[in-house]
């Protein structure tokens, strides 16, 4: 597939250059630089003519990577500058791509064209011009020296050109009236009210936020002056405030209305924490206290109503195992435990095609590793712990074993009954 693009004019009814050219041109350019946008790792060619022909070549950029400035050079051209066109061709896998830059001085050939044929700051393709030096000044012009193409009353965008900022090693600086307001640095980094932002965000001002903020990581909040009421200090909240995490508080804290704590909360002073809620809780969201994270208690916990536990409880043991909700470090008395099984209950063992060993080969089995097949030994219950529905599993299966075990049994002494049976009539025959 062959890409093509190519600068064209369009004409428009606009025949006046009000601004003095900050980049006159005459002669011819000499050199344009050029930043490369595109695919990685590709060779670039530059050609004095449009069918690419290896006399036309002007120079070739191997390994050129999105972002690397080339330069393209007429000084071994017959003029030793650029034809009226340069041709920047590249191929990546079976696409060949050839991009048309205007490399002349711009001529007024048809209304407007003095603007439109001028190349510095323009994007051709996956190229953007930075720089171009001219045969008779000899003066390079850089993108410093472009008029702007951004437009105060908005840009038209299409689904792949909408990037607004630098492409090259720049800041970008933001201002209104004149003074710089903020910056967004070529390392990332975003200042408002600055323009040594030292981190991520650096914000020298007030901010208002009418809806959620979210915060993933740490918050702090540094103000040397203490606070002397609810409308001064290093926090103030006229509404609600949700702490995920753990909040330590040096002072004294004053909440007027809830407080939902997500994690930790310590009173470390000697007496009693005071919860009052006159509604009854109706589900977890709700009450005098609904915590989302962790609760330690230290001592009893004496719950009137309903308790609504989503994380991990750990009774006598602060370490819960990972796959558990409850560990228990000591002995536990309750009237009644359902077990709720999550696999096969074994009424496989009356299939036709369950393979029921022989009692010879459990007999084997049993002198050689001392427990029942299927049946986990004392150091793996030592190790692993005993699973009360496995384990009520792995007996039920054995139980239904040995009926099958008494079944053939009861067939086989009543075999040899009816044998016994037949022997004696003929016994009693012979005498």
């Excluded at 909700?325 to 009424?347: F, K, M, T």
């Excluded at 029921?356 to 089995?365: I, S």
Aim: hydrophobic share 35%.
């Amino acid at each position: 597939m062959l890409c093509l693009f190519a600068l064209v004019g369009a004409t428009t009814m606009s025949f006046a250059n009000v601004n003095p050219d900050p980049c006159p041109c005459e002669g011819g350019y000499v050199e344009i630089q050029l930043y490369y946008f595109g695919p990685d790792n590709v060779t670039i060619q530059a050609y004095s003519d449009s069918d690419l022909n290896p006399a036309d070549l002007i120079t070739t950029f191997p390994n050129v990577s999105s972002g690397d400035l080339i330069v393209v050079s007429g000084a071994g051209l017959p003029e030793a500058k650029l034809g009226v066109h340069t041709y920047l061709t590249y191929t990546v896998g079976e696409e060949a791509c050839t991009t048309s830059i205007y490399s002349r001085c711009p001529t007024n050939v048809y209304p407007n064209a003095l603007e439109e044929l001028k190349i510095l700051g323009k994007t051709f393709g996956h190229f953007t011009v930075y720089a171009h030096t001219d045969e008779a000044n000899n003066s390079e012009c850089t993108l410093d020296n472009a008029d702007q193409d951004w437009h105060v009353g908005g840009n038209i965008v299409g689904p792949e050109k909408k990037t607004l900022g630098t492409r090259n090693n720049e800041d970008v600086i933001i201002i209104s009236n004149d003074i710089p307001r903020g910056i967004i640095t070529r390392t990332g980094n975003l200042g408002w009210g600055t323009q040594t932002p030292s981190t991520d965000f650096d914000l020298q001002g007030n901010a208002l936020i009418n809806e959620t903020l979210t915060v993933n990581g740490q918050t702090r909040i540094n103000e040397v002056t203490p606070s002397t009421d609810a409308s001064n200090g290093a926090l103030t909240v006229a509404g609600g405030t949700g702490i995920a995490g753990s909040a330590n508080i040096g002072e004294d804290l004053d909440v007027n209305g809830e407080a939902i704590i997500g994690n930790d909360f310590t009173v470390e002073a000697a007496g009693v924490t005071r919860l009052q809620n006159t509604m009854q809780s109706t589900s977890p969201l709700n009450g005098a206290l609904s915590v989302s994270g962790g609760v330690g208690v230290g001592m009893n916990l004496n719950v009137g109503n309903d308790g609504y536990i989503f994380g991990l409880v750990g009774i006598g043991t602060n370490t819960v195992p990972v796959g558990y909700q409850l560990a228990v470090n000591g002995a536990v008395i309750c009237e009644e435990v359902l077990v709720q099984l999550s696999g096969d209950w074994p009424d496989y063992v009356f299939e036709r095609t369950y393979e029921l060993q022989t009692l010879k080969e459990v007999e084997q089995f049993i002198a050689q590793y001392a427990h029942l097949p299927n049946v986990p030994s004392a150091k793996e219950l030592e190790n692993s712990g005993l699973s009360l529905s496995k384990i009520t599993t792995i007996q039920q299966e054995k139980i239904e074993e040995i009926y099958l075990y008494l079944i053939e049994l009861k067939n086989e002494v009543s075999d040899l009954k009816n044998e016994n049976i037949q022997l004696k009539a003929k016994i009693d025959k012979l005498k």
